[in-house]
Structure formats: structure tokens, C-alpha cells
């Protein structure tokens, strides 16, 4: 009898604290708000998700009331389903999943409210103008997946990651701490799904080479693709090959900055493991970079400026401030392996800036790229913006009119990347603190227009308040990644290099200069 | 039949005494002389010194890892190393539990004899700490592996299965808890099984299990790659042995692993092949021992300890590793006065000098005593060299003092990488963008700090200052920094001194201490009359004698707007001469002699190449 009493006096107090944890739960849960001020303005809430267009199968917009208070209410609600109400003691309103997804999946093309109550101790509730947004009908691709490194100056810790955009799972695909050290770049996929992957890697113990995998199967390339775009057949991919030098400024605010004192364009032909390239994206006195494909395959764009120094060891180069990309294309025969006549759609020369990483819409009507004062490397420069081009009509008047996205800010907006269904992009920013890049997605509609962007939603709204790495290379994905981790991990460390010839053509950068200081290499 | 017991108990007693005699003397040492807040500090030394953060976010990252937990626990611990007596502390009950469990081990495979090895890893720790090594959470690692050890000795049923079952209980628990550190429970255990309890079948049993439990957990449950199941928190894993700069004393952890499983083989092959009856052997020893005279016996083990404990701190101490600690420390909280007194141990280093001649602007000493110190061009800026971890790290407080904010600001990035969100790299960072004006920034680094345990309440001052006002316009730091910051973005360092010589007293003394240091006396005496700008009432020391040497050289005068040499400089210049004359051609002999008096002027240095020589 003694061994039971002995048990059952912590059982009992479990029990009790058990039902109290419960009954004050409960009783945060439900709370009926019969008195109110109301308060003409909306409430402040950070990150920022109001008057905007939200993807009706994005995670919960979790956030944060900018309002002194010792209580907050907020209801949620639309035109159907059950009106979502959350009590919290702290400014911290964390949204049920189940209920969101719901109320979303529901009420697509609808705009939803949030009601947002403070209360302080003394005073009543106080009711503020409530925030709408506009659920769209069309659906976000339901992955990204980007890549993780530090502000850093030299080469570092980096990682992909994979991020599911319907909840906060957020998982990686390869780290460089599981590849010892080895840094890992520039991944990307074929017409938004992850069946066919590249990544490039780098170490001063491995060397430079290029993980492509395709349908579960991996391959190790014994060069170091740059930027890399998929032709949409899948056949083949064209890649640059960067001269990459960085250095630093001593007075102005970006400390960092960076030059491609030699760039070329290469294509890798996925059938025969040949690396070619044309004369036409590999001109000596040229920088070629940043290709991408449009959606038929029968065009790679490409940005391009002239060489303006001899000297490529002196750093920064002579005129680097000068150096400035056009916007050009040209046009492809894949049955034949032919390339066009080279179009220069967009002129620095008109722009007065740097034109650089397009990327075209899938449904190949809107071209999306950035512009800077100047050079190739955008995420150090305040003055990039994202800009867009419609393509269509540029078919039908023969003129390329592009006009700025509004969803910039005074920081810098790069590399974007397009949802399958061509109404969502989601790009690098910097607009809230200048340093650090998120992830914002933006809606676009039928005109070209975008709606204010939305910082990629966390469980936790404070954080991105004290995370210390920077997300670059967004790119949105239907599927996830099914070969990562310690499988993929394993691959890089181990798996023997496929030895590839390169054309010698030119002051090809990544045939004669890859070992050389490669460190210099890794950048956002 | 002898009856040791009573006898015993004495001798536990006496044991006891000499474990907390030599345990508190641990403790006072790491507490008053190795002072665990340097270890904390780490002045770019430390590399692999953990961070901290409080939240789930930091938490959950690191637990999902063999060993996870006692990763985090160890980065909690050792936060408190900031503390100088609770760091001395903890250190001090990790030896003295190792210490615990070592001897329970050896007392249950009745190795008695070979007791005494208890104090082999505290004696080793000691080293390794006095070298500022630091290999907390390898050790931690041990440590709950011979935690383990102990319980399974104590737990462990006679029926075979039902001992199996406690084994596999005590894995799948140690492992995730313990990473690759669980391999020593399970080599212990099967040792143990195999030598001492003649349970054969069991050892291979064990290491099987231990391999695939290993496998099982690290890659498949966790998600590690081979490597890092088998050598997660080892102190041969990858991680260490890929990075230099973390195998500092990385012998240390080496023998502490591998000591207890040596010992227990050794033991058990000698009890197999040598002594049937050990036993017997023990209690014969036990009586043998407790004839002689147990207070002696008791003095004369101690003093042994302490003794050894003593030569092999005597042989790790590390004069120089430690003074450039301690000055890296002071020159951190800006305390002056302890700088110049701890780089007085030892100045043949760079980068002390370095801080010496901050510490000495910064008591107003630079341009009367910077000679007293051996002095060289590049010690000012530590340019000329490779910029290193260390040399980043000592130049970066440099460079915030002048306003060179992006140098400092690169630097800081680099070290980043390197020692990870240390603290104090956070809130250098921090005040290099409330400085800059990148608020944004700022307050990223601010939010981080602020999950410290040590350097919160400095984050969430300033990040309540940055919310009510934005301007930080009553924060003097922030306002001479943003006043110093060069404007011209194609300056450089010299360019930017030269500028900013003309208000700022610290750029002037630098830019004179670089002419001096270079001998370019002309530069020197055209800066002169920036000392009425400055508001100097006389002319310091250093000055006067290159003023003096300037004049003898080119049979100049110099105008020193009304100001005077005094006349011990003129005096002292006047000897100096005269003593370097009477040598003639022998100027080695001279400056012999003239070592002993001038070896803290400027003088000296200018024909010699020497300073910092008067004692």
C-alpha cells in the first residue's frame, strides 16, 4: 500500500497541473469581445502582410502586432468558412495551420480580413481599421529552394536548402559542413521540378567540378558551371564560366563588390557529355553571362558587355565602374545544334545601367531582369531593381519597352525566379536591413503587375530579427528535392569526377583559370 | 585472517582529503591564474570555443545530431567561463567527476595498484588549459560515456540476456546524447565482459551492437554520413582534424580516451596471464600497505600529485599565449592601465605591441613612451603582413578607433566565419553598422546578442536606443566614429590619418608615431605645427628628440611656435651624442652602453633599429 501512496501523490499532481495547463489554454482560446475603441488606422504589424495578394496555399502569415498591449485578439476571416480567432498575452499571433489552410483553400480569389483587438491594462480594447489582403487563385509552387551563406568576403559555410512554402518545414538539401567544407553554388532545375539538378561545388582540396542529377542519378563533372540554364527540352544546359574577382570598397556603405574580369558561355549536351560553345556567347573582347532560356527553347537570352581592360590581374580593373551589360539573345535550332544571328534586345547604352539575370515567365510572356548603376554582381549594389518586359507585346511592335516592378525597394531586388504558372515570382532582397538577403514573393497578374511583396512566412514572425545568414538563389520548385542530405552528401564526397573536354575558343576563364584563387569565386 | 576495513575507512577518509585538497587547488588555479574568461575571450585564439544562444531556434538546431545534447549543454556551459570562478568551477567538477568515474571503473576491475591513473585526465586538463586548449565538449563527451560506464558496472544484471538488454538500454539512451564518445562505453563494457567477468560470448556481442546501434542511430535515424556517426565529439572526427587551429593540445583529449580502455586491457591481460589471484594479491597489498606508516605514506602520495601536477603546469605555461590573452582582454573592455601592465611580461610580440601603443595613446603616453616598448613599422597598423585569423582580429578595435569601418567590418565578416557568432564579433558588428548608419543591419546583430546570456543587456540598450532615436545622437562612441569615417571612397588608411590628423588627436599621434617609426624626420617636422590645433601645451618627449636629431641632421631650425625643448631632452640628446662619438667607428660597443640608458628613446631606435631595451 505504502508503494502506491508513493506513486500516487506525483500521479495526482500531474493530473492537476495537466487539467490547469488545459483549462488556461482553453481559456485563452475563447474570449468574447463585447466593448471596443476603434482605432481609424490599421494596426502595425511586422513583417508587413497587409494590402497584398497572398498565395492561397502559403504557410500561415504568422506575425507580430506592433502595438504596446498586455492582450491581443485577431479574427481572420473571409467571405466563407469559419472565422479564425486567436487570443495571445503576447504580441505574437501565431496562426493555426489547419484552420488557414481552410479558410484559404475555400476562399481562393476572395480577400481576406484580419481584425486585429490590443488591449493595455487600463484601457479598453482597441479596435484597429482592419487589414485586407486578396487570396489569389492561382498557387504558388510549393517549394524553394535556395541557398544559405553568410555575408561573407571569402568562401565559407553554405548550404542549400528546401523550403516548403505550405508549412515551415524547411530542410537541407546538401550542407557544406556534410561535405567538409566543400562550397556549394549556383543550383538549378529544368522547368520548375527537380528531376534534373545542377550545383556547383568548390574546395581548395577537391578542386572545382559540377553535380548534375538527373531521374535519382548522379553525376560528377569535372568543371565548375556558373550560372546555369536549362534548355526546356532537357537536353542541354548553357552555362557561364566566371572570372570572378571580388574587392572592397573603403568608404562606402557596401564594403563589397565584385568584378567578372573574363566571362564566356559554354552549353553542355546532356546526351553525348560534350561541352561546346559558339563564338557568338564566347567573344574574346566580351562578358557573357547570366543565360537564360525562353520557354519554346528557340531563343537564349543573355547579358553581355564589353571588355573594358587588358591588364586582368590588376583588381578592381581599369573603367570597372563603366562596365555595363546589354540585354541580347540569339536564337537556336536544337535538331540541328545551330545557333542565330545575336539580337541585342536592351542596350546599357539606352538604359544608362547594368542589365542583368533574366528570367523569363513559363508561359514566355514576361521577362523579368534586374538593373544596376553597373558591373555583373547586383546583390551588392542599393541601386538594382527588378524590372519587367513584355515580351508578347515586344513580338507584336518589334520595340522592348520595360518598365520597373513596383514591388522594389531602396535596397537591392535580384535574381528572381518564376512560378510554373507564371503569376508568382519569388526574388532577393535587401530592403529591410541592407545587408542580409530574404526571400519576398510577389504576385504578378495578367498585366505585368506586381503586388507588394510578402517576406517569406515564418512559424516564429521574429525570425529573420537575428538570423544571420543571408538566403540568395530563390528558385521555386513544383516537387522537392528527392536526392539530398547524407545520399547526396555521400556522392560529393566520394564519387570519382566524369573527366570533360572543354572547347578552347577564347580566354575561356573556367578552362585555364578555375584552380587559381577560387575562393574569390563564392559569392551570393 | 586480517580485517582491513576499520583500517579502510581511515584510508577513504585520507583519500578523500587529498581529492578535495588537490580538486580545490584545481579549481583556485584555473580561477586566479589560467582565468577561464580569457579561454571565453578568446582574442581570435580560440577557435573552436562554442556559441550560445537562448530560444528553441538554437535548440532545436542543435539536437537533432549524435551528441546534440551534449553539444548544447557544453555551449551552455561554457558560457559561464565568461565568469571567471563559475568557469574555473565548472571545468573543476567536469575533472573532479572524470576523476570519479575513473577511479569507480578501476576499483571495480580491481585495479587498485593503478588507481592513481584518476588523476591523469584533471592533470591533463590542467596542461591543456594553461596552453588555453580548449576541448570542453570532447571531454564532456567523455565523461558521460564513462558516466555510463559506471551505471551499466553498477546496473548490470548476472543473467546474460537480461545484461545484453541493459547494454542495448544504455546505447540507444548514450549515443544521441554522447555521439561518437558512446564508442568508449561499449569498448569499456565488452573489455569489461571479456578480461573481468569472463563473459566471452558478451565483448563481441557488445562491439557488434555498439557498431550497428552506431549506424543504426547516427545514419539512418539522424541523418549523418559515416564519418560523423562513428566520430561526432571524438577528437579524431573530421571536423578536428580537417582545421589547424583546432587541434591545438589535441593530444590531450587523445590520451584521456584512450587512457581508461589501455589501463583496463593491460589489467585484464595481467589478471588472465600473471595473477590467478589477484584478489588474494589485493588484500595482502591492502595489509602490506596499511603497516607502514599511513600519514606518511598519505604526505608522501600528495606531495607526488601536487608535484607532478605542478612540473607539468610549469612546462605547459605559455608566457607569451597567455600575456597576448590577457592584453587582447584588457585592450577589449578598454581597461588601459591593465594592458600596459600585462604586456610588460612580454613584449616580443607584434601584436602586443600593437595594443601597447593603443593602450599608450590612449593614457596619454604614445609620443613620450612608445620606445619603452620594441617598437617596428608594421606594428602600429600590422601592415605588411598576412591577414590571418589572428591578425584580423588584433587590428579590427584599430581600425574602429580611426573610423576605418569597412576594413574593420571585413575583418569581422572573416572571423565570422572562422569562430562563428562569438559574441564579441556580434557586437563589434553591431556597432560598426549603428555606426554606418545600416540600422537594419544593426539590429540583426543586435537581436542576436540579445539571445546571449552575457551581452544582452548591451544589445537591448541599443536596440532601444535605435527605436527612440534612430539618429543614435547621444551616443558619443557612435558620433566620433561616424565623424572619423572616411569620406572618399578611393582613400586608403594614410590618406584618411593624414585628413583626419587635423582634429583628431589620435590620428595625429599615429601619423607622427608612423614618420617617427619610418624615420621620416622631415614628414614629422612639417606635421609639427598641428600641436596648436591640438591643443598641446608642450612638446612630449619622442618629439623633442626627433625635433633635436632633425636639427643635428640638416642644420635646420625648427619652428616650434614658441614652444621650448626642455632641457633634459637637449641634455639627454647632447649625451647621447657624445657617448655614440667616443665609440668611434665600434657602434656595437656603443650601443651596448647606450642600450642601458636611451633603450626607450627614440634616439636608439633611429641608429639602431632598437627600443624597448631599458629595463
Known sequence: MTKIYKYLAPALALVVLSTATLIYALRDSKIEITQWRSIARPVNIRPDYSGTVIPPNIAPLNFLVQEAGSQYYVKIYSQRGKTIEIFSRSPKIIIPQGAWYKLLNINRGEQLHFDVFVKTEDEPWNRFAPITNQIANEPIDPFLVYRRIRPVYSTGETSIHQRNLQNYNDTPVLTSKSVRGVCINCHTFCNNRTDKMFFGTRSKRQGSFTVFVQDGRMFKLQTKFGYTSWHPSGKLAVYSVNKVRQFFHFARSEVRDVVDLDSALLYYAVDSKSIKTSPKFSAKDRLETFPTWSPDGRYLYFCSAPMLWTDQNKLPPDLYRQVKYDLQRISYDLDRDQWGQLETLLSAQDTDLSILQPKISPDGRWLVFCMCDYSCWASYQASSDLYIMDLKAAHETGRYDYRRLDCNSDQSETWTSWSSNSHWIAFSSKKENGLFTRTYLSYIDNDGNTCKPILLPQKDPEFFDSHLWTHGVPELVTEPVKVKGEKLARFVRSAPKIPVDLPITMATPGAKDAPVDTRWQERE | ?615
Open chain 2, 1 to 615: 585472517m586480517l580485517n582491513p576495513f576499520p583500517k579502510l575507512s581511515g584510508q577513504i577518509l585520507a583519500r578523500q582529503i587529498r581529492n578535495l585538497l588537490f580538486f580545490v587547488l584545481f579549481f583556485l588555479y584555473l580561477w586566479l591564474s589560467v582565468d577561464t574568461r580569457l579561454v571565453y575571450h578568446g582574442g581570435g585564439m580560440v577557435p573552436n570555443f562554442p556559441v550560445f544562444f537562448r530560444g528553441w531556434e538554437f535548440f532545436r538546431q542543435s539536437i537533432p545530431y549524435p551528441g546534440g545534447l551534449v553539444q548544447y549543454s557544453s555551449a551552455f556551459l561554457s558560457q559561464f567561463f565568461y565568469i571567471g570562478w563559475a568557469g574555473a568551477l565548472i571545468v573543476a567538477l567536469q575533472a573532479w567527476l572524470i576523476c570519479l568515474c575513473v577511479d569507480y571503473f578501476l576499483k571495480v576491475i580491481a585495479a587498485s595498484r593503478l588507481r592513481w591513473l584518476r588523476f591523469v585526465p584533471p592533470v591533463l586538463l590542467l596542461i591543456a588549459y594553461t596552453r588555453y586548449a580548449y576541448h570542453f565538449v570532447t571531454t564532456t563527451a567523455f565523461l558521460v560515456s564513462l558516466l555510463s560506464v559506471c551505471l551499466y558496472l553498477k546496473a548490470a544484471p548476472n543473467n546474460n540476456l537480461r545484461r545484453f538488454i541493459v547494454f542495448l538500454i544504455f546505447s540507444v539512451v548514450t549515443y544521441p546524447i554522447a555521439g561518437g564518445a558512446y564508442l568508449l562505453f561499449a569498448l569499456l563494457c565488452a573489455i569489461y565482459e571479456l578480461l573481468f567477468t569472463r563473459r566471452w560470448q558478451m565483448a563481441p556481442l557488445y562491439l557488434f551492437s555498439a557498431v550497428l546501434i552506431t549506424y543504426l542511430t547516427g545514419v539512418l535515424l539522424f541523418g549523418v554520413s559515416l564519418a560523423d556517426a562513428f566520430g561526432q565529439l571524438l577528437p579524431v572526427s573530421w571536423q578536428v582534424m580537417v582545421y589547424p587551429e583546432r587541434r591545438q593540445m589535441i593530444l590531450i583529449p587523445y590520451v584521456i580516451y584512450v587512457l581508461v580502455p589501455l589501463t583496463a586491457l593491460a589489467a585484464g591481460l595481467w589478471r588472465i596471464l600473471v595473477s590467478t589471484n589477484i584478489e588474494e594479491k589485493l588484500l595482502q597489498l591492502i595489509s602490506s600497505e596499511h603497516t607502514a606508516a599511513p600519514v606518511l605514506r598519505w604526505f608522501g602520495h600528495s606531495s607526488l600529485l601536487l608535484v607532478t601536477a605542478g612540473a607539468a603546469i610549469l612546462f605547459s605555461y605559455d608566457i607569451e599565449q597567455k600575456t597576448l590573452l590577457e592584453v587582447d582582454y584588457h585592450t577589449y573592455r578598454r581597461n588601459w592601465p591593465k594592458v600596459l601592465e600585462a604586456a610588460r611580461r612580454h613584449t616580443n610580440s607584434f601584436y602586443v605591441v600593437h595594443q601597447v601603443n593603443r593602450a599608450l595613446y590612449h593614457t596619454g603616453r604614445l609620443a613620450s613612451e612608445m620606445f619603452s616598448f620594441p617598437q617596428h613599422p608594421s606594428t602600429l597598423f600590422l601592415t605588411g603582413r598576412r591577414a590571418d585569423r589572428l591578425l584580423r582580429w588584433k587590428r579590427l578595435d584599430t581600425c574602429i578607433d580611426f573610423g576605418f569601418l569597412n576594413r574593420a567590418e571585413g575583418d569581422l565578416a572573416e572571423l565570422l566565419e572562422v569562430l562563428a557568432e562569438h559574441p564579441v564579433i556580434l557586437k563589434r558588428l553591431a556597432l560598426i553598422n549603428m555606426a554606418k548608419g545600416n540600422l537594419g543591419a544593426a539590429r540583426i546583430y543586435l537581436g542576436a546578442l540579445s539571445k546571449t546570456l552575457f551581452y544582452a543587456d548591451w544589445a537591448d540598450y541599443y536596440l532601444a536606443l535605435i527605436q527612440s532615436d534612430p539618429e543614435l545622437s547621444t551616443d558619443r562612441r557612435i558620433q566620433d566614429l561616424r565623424r572619423l569615417k572616411p569620406k572618399k571612397d578611393d582613400a586608403d588608411i594614410f590618406s584618411t590619418l593624414h585628413e583626419n590628423s587635423a582634429n583628431d588627436r589620435m590620428a595625429f599621434e599615429y601619423l607622427m608615431a608612423v614618420h617617427l617609426l619610418t624615420k621620416r624626420l622631415d614628414i614629422f617636422v612639417a606635421n609639427l605645427d598641428r600641436l596648436d590645433d591640438l591643443g598641446y601645451s608642450q612638446i612630449p618627449r619622442h618629439y623633442e628628440e626627433a625635433i633635436l636629431l632633425y636639427s643635428a641632421i640638416t642644420k635646420k631650425k625648427v619652428d616650434l611656435h614658441g614652444r621650448e625643448i626642455s632641457q633634459q631632452s637637449r641634455q639627454s640628446f647632447k649625451t647621447f651624442f657624445q657617448t655614440l662619438e667616443s665609440y668611434g667607428e665600434n657602434k656595437q660597443a656603443a650601443f651596448n652602453e647606450l642600450a642601458k640608458d636611451y633603450g626607450d628613446s627614440f634616439l636608439l631606435y633611429y641608429f639602431y633599429n632598437r627600443s624597448g631595451m631599458k629595463k
